[in-house]
């Protein structure tokens, strides 16, 4: 028996080794190099002294990027919350669509995963900017509806394009375009697994859609609410390619400010003391999650 358990880790052994060498070698010694930077400073154009001053970290948190750290956990809020929304009633129109349209469905939200993100964001571009087909389906309208009402004697004034891109709309919508589909698939996936006689239950005893839905529903699929908003938080808070081509000067969110840092202004110190500021701030509001959960738990039982 003892021989066979040797021969299991062995195995075991031989089968981790080389992903546990990727990881390590390419994840963790490279994170283990930027968070000494962050403890350094330039001695010269191309080498870093690290000599474990905490100067970086003194920088990083004056009002001026706590203010762009706070606007960028704002944005990723409203995003994921945004995302809840919509991907709630997608998700239970999923779950309780005949199986032949549910895999089509599914294929839908998976599809845009198929194309690059740039490509995507570029074709967001040329859907929210000042010619793009949103401004040009309203001046449709707008001129439509100043035909009819010049035919009574009052003309519209002619249509001003709206301003959908360069601002905190066009990257709070991007965000969202972005990472729906990754709140969807969580609660696809806990909805999924709900056992139908509960609902069934809930309407014969007299509660209606809106209570089942409330008590039965969100309850159950609390696994993949939390599951989603880890998955959509995360990824939001960290977005720099949404931003950066659908944003302004005064959309900048702190994935912006930390790759200026490193290509800019050649300070691999300073920058790495805002990536890991941002990763300690991100491991706190986890760790709080988890805490919260765990008393929620311990308060059920």
């Not at 990727?22 to 002294?49: C, D, M, Q």
């Not at 805002?274 to 059920?300: E, H, K, P």
Request: with cysteine.
């Amino acid at each position: 028996m003892e021989e066979n358990w040797k021969r299991a880790k062995a195995v075991f052994a031989a089968m981790a080794g080389p992903p546990v060498f990727w990881l390590a070698a390419f994840f963790l010694v490279p994170l283990g190099i930027i968070w000494a930077y962050s403890f350094g400073e330039n001695s010269s154009l191309t080498e870093i002294a690290i000599n474990g001053t905490f100067a970086n970290y003194v920088h990083a948190i004056q009002p001026l990027y706590l203010g762009i750290i706070v606007k960028s956990f704002w944005f990723a809020a409203l995003t994921t919350a945004l995302c809840l929304v919509v991907g709630f009633p997608v998700a239970i129109a999923i779950t309780f669509a005949p199986e032949k349209t549910k895999a089509w469905l599914l294929l839908l939200i998976m599809l845009p995963f198929w194309t690059n993100l740039l490509i995507r964001t570029y074709a967001l571009m040329a859907v929210l900017r000042t010619e793009g087909y949103i401004n040009f389906a309203l001046a449709f309208l707008w001129n439509s509806l100043g035909h009819l009402t010049a035919a009574f004697g009052h003309p519209l004034a002619a249509f001003t394009p709206l301003e959908l891109l360069h601002n905190n709309f066009a990257v709070v919508f991007g965000l969202v375009y972005v990472q729906l589909p990754f709140m969807v698939l969580p609660l696809y996936a806990a909805l999924d697994r709900l056992d139908r006689s509960l609902l069934e239950a809930s309407l014969d005893l007299g509660a209606g859609h809106f209570t089942t839905f409330r008590r039965v529903v969100i309850p159950l699929a609390t696994p993949g609410i939390i599951s989603g908003i880890i998955v959509t938080l995360i990824p939001s808070v960290g977005a720099y390619l949404t931003p950066d081509l659908l944003g302004g000067p005064e959309s900048l969110m702190i994935a912006n400010v930390i790759e200026r840092q490193f290509k800019t202004a050649n300070n691999w110190p300073f920058g790495s003391a805002l990536s890991f500021l941002l990763m300690y701030m991100t491991f706190i509001a986890i760790a709080v999650q988890a805490m919260v959960a765990r008393n929620r738990r311990g308060a059920a039982r």
